[in-house]
């Protein structure tokens, strides 16, 4: 069989068509040479089955070789479909095994009340007694976050001790959890539930929620099935949930009548009585449903305190970053419709997963910084922790809206600066002829003759199109981009306009690398954990001058609400509290790799930023992250030696 690295390291080979060497391998995966070529030695018997296999060149390095397309791909579909589902798929990384042993505990706990031994799980696992106690460690510490205790007992093994709320929610997370893009299949839910039982309930729910005009998607009406069957399992096993704190608040509200007839119906089909406190979490999921509203703006239908709540929200963000997005309605609004779940769900620790996390993070970084500070707000209003899945769901409706703000303030467009020698009539025309062409490309910020260049400020314009020939050094104009064009703007000029726009609008990490420095460059550093590298990089910013001592607060401040890690061996520690006089990133390169947050980490980006550019940045960062996604590319960043290799492979 196939295991996770292995499958890795077939991902890495398949979209490369020229050898890669072993080291750059077994940097990527986090393996030794010896471990890799016996990687590669077990894909290479799977593999030659389908007539394929990982070819080796001395002095040049492994190739993937496949001779029959259809059959290796309908192959290594089975193979992520084993990996990802497959109930008999044991598994062989310490990441892996973590979320085996929770599984099967919660399973044991939810279907018979009784835990586990540790020789049970060796034998389960293959491993030894060693390496499971160091895979508990870890199966604590992510229990710990569902406030439940990992305990040994002499008789059942190891066990769970926690509320039945917080074991509940723990059993969602883990084993019945499905994402918006997901399938709703019913029949992955089986080897739990009796299907007999899924369908009764199923009716139940569908009869009570059409009486009721209920509006649901289907996501949450998967999830309060799912609900209602644990409830029901729970309950026969004498596991019963305390009385919430906001009980009389629920008794209230129109979802109450509607969970009360839900458990009605239930003790009348199936003798099953559920007890008052069940009828108030049914209650609770009704009102986390995600309603789907196509009616626009204009019908919203929510208690003012939620678009206060924004209104407040939307005012903080002004302050701490400076960027107003109170003119937004579009914002305000779906934010509202958000927040009116979320907060119910923060309220009552009603976990929810995003499967979409790490890319949002990947490819929104700005308006996940702004959703880390709006997660705090919201935490000293409610007194409960906004967890990262709920930080990235916020983070979407601000990605939209600084999408919308680039848009409307033109700041996605080339802004150019006109230089002409031929009087106002030639200028109006050059002018006239580009807005028609470029409109959605170039914003012309003005029109001069070459005498006025020097008295424009240079921050104010991208690029310059001149019909007369500009001595660079005399205005001091090396770092920017000119095209010379014909006075009547002839359509050799439009072609080659066309060309230049494209050039210099997707360039974006050109601006990137203007803030890094040699100085602040280290490469080949050999420390030993997050702290340690986190200390060593903000000290030399602070060195430098680039920061103040009293900053550093805000970047552990900012770790500490969700890891900057981004996958692929990279994190990008940054801090959103402060606002330096100069912007400047410190890049660390380290020797091995050390644990970040979940994942392994060896290329640190530190960057302060502005808070004038931190609008611009989300652009830079889009191209930033395109570039570090590639797994090759970052595998030689991570081994160069000096600055200059450093820039010239990231450009």
């Known amino acids: 069989m196939i295991n996770k690295k292995e499958l890795k390291i077939i991902s890495f080979l398949l979209d490369k068509n020229h050898h890669i ?30 007539d394929s296999n990982i070819a080796c060149v001395k002095g040049r390095g492994y190739i993937l070789e496949i001779n029959n397309r259809k059959s290796f791909d309908n192959e290594l579909l089975e193979l992520y479909e084993e990996d990802i589902s497959s109930k008999s798929f044991i598994p062989t990384t310490h990441d892996g095994r973590v979320v085996f042993i929770i599984k099967r505990l919660l399973l044991l706990e939810l279907k018979y009340n009784k835990g586990i031994t540790h020789n049970e799980l060796c034998d389960l696992l293959f491993i030894g007694l060693t390496t499971l106690k160091t895979d508990l460690v870890v199966v604590k510490r992510k229990l710990r976050k569902f406030q439940i205790e990992l305990l040994k007992d002499g008789v059942r093994g190891v066990t769970l001790k926690g509320n039945e709320e917080d074991i509940r929610s723990c059993i969602s997370y883990y084993i019945f959890n499905r994402f918006e893009n997901d399938i709703i299949n019913l029949n992955s839910i089986e080897m739990i539930f009796e299907k007999s039982s899924i369908e009764e309930m199923e009716c139940i729910l569908i009869a009570a929620i059409n009486k009721n005009n209920i509006s649901i998607t289907d996501i ?8 209602i069957l644990i409830a029901i399992k729970r309950v026969k096993n004498e596991n019963t949930l305390a009385k919430p704190l906001f009980a009389d608040e629920l008794q209230e509200i129109y979802e109450y009548k509607v969970a009360k007839e839900i458990a009605n119906r239930i003790f009348k089909e199936t003798k099953i009585e559920l007890p008052e406190e069940e009828i108030y979490y049914i209650t609770q ?71 979409m996390l790490s890319e949002i993070k990947k490819n929104y970084p700005f308006a996940y910084k702004i959703s880390s500070i709006i997660a705090q707000y919201i935490e000293s209003i409610i007194e409960k922790t906004v967890n990262d899945d709920e930080i990235g769901f916020i983070c979407l409706h601000f990605a939209a809206a600084l999408e919308r703000m680039k848009n409307g303030k033109g700041e996605i467009k080339l802004r150019t600066l006109i230089v002409c020698a031929s009087g106002l009539g030639t200028s109006m025309i050059i002018s006239a002829k580009i807005k028609r062409e470029f409109s959605n490309d170039i914003d012309i910020v003005k029109i001069i003759p070459l005498n006025e260049l020097s008295q424009v400020d240079k ?166 992250y395109s570039v570090l996604s590639d797994e090759e590319r970052v595998s030689k960043l991570m081994n160069v030696r000096n600055y200059k290799d450093f820039i010239k492979l990231l450009r």
Request: aromatic share 10%; hydrophobic share 40%.
């Open 285 to 355: 999921h009704l009102c986390t449903r995600k309603i789907i509203n196509d009616n626009g703006e204009s019908k919203l239908d929510l208690n003012d305190q939620y678009i206060k709540m924004v209104i407040e929200i939307l005012n903080h963000v002004e302050e701490v970053i400076g960027i107003d997005f109170r003119k937004d309605k579009s914002l305000i609004w779906s934010l509202a419709i958000h927040l009116k779940a979320s907060i119910t769900r923060i309220k009552y620790d009603m976990h929810i997963a995003n499967d």
């Open 220 to 227: 949450s009406f998967y999830n309060l099935l799912i609900h």
């Open 459 to 624: 921050k104010s314009y991208d690029i310059i199109l001149s019909t007369i020939k500009i001595n660079i050094e005399e205005y001091k104009l090396e770092d920017k981009k000119i095209m010379y064009i014909s006075p009547i703007f002839k359509s050799s000029d439009l072609s080659l306009l066309k060309e230049f726009i494209q050039e210099n609008t997707e360039d974006h990490l050109l601006k990137f690398l203007e803030f890094t420095e040699e100085e602040l460059f280290f490469p080949e550093k050999n420390l030993k954990s997050k702290e340690d590298i986190l200390n060593f990089m903000l000290n030399e910013m602070v060195k430098k001058s680039f920061i103040g001592e009293e900053d550093k607060e805000y970047f552990y401040k900012r770790e500490n609400i969700s890891s900057t890690e981004i996958g692929n061996f990279i994190a990008i520690p940054h801090a959103i509290d402060i606002s330096p006089k100069i912007s400047k990133v410190c890049i660390l390169i380290n020797k091995k790799p050390v644990k970040w947050e979940e994942e392994n980490v060896r290329l640190v980006i530190l960057m302060s930023i502005e808070k004038e550019l931190y609008i611009e940045f989300e652009s830079i960062f889009e191209n930033l």
């Open 21 to 50: 060497t072993g080291d750059e391998i077994s940097n990527f995966i986090g393996v030794s040479s010896k471990t890799l070529r016996s990687y590669i030695r077990n894909i290479n018997q799977e593999l030659r089955k389908i």
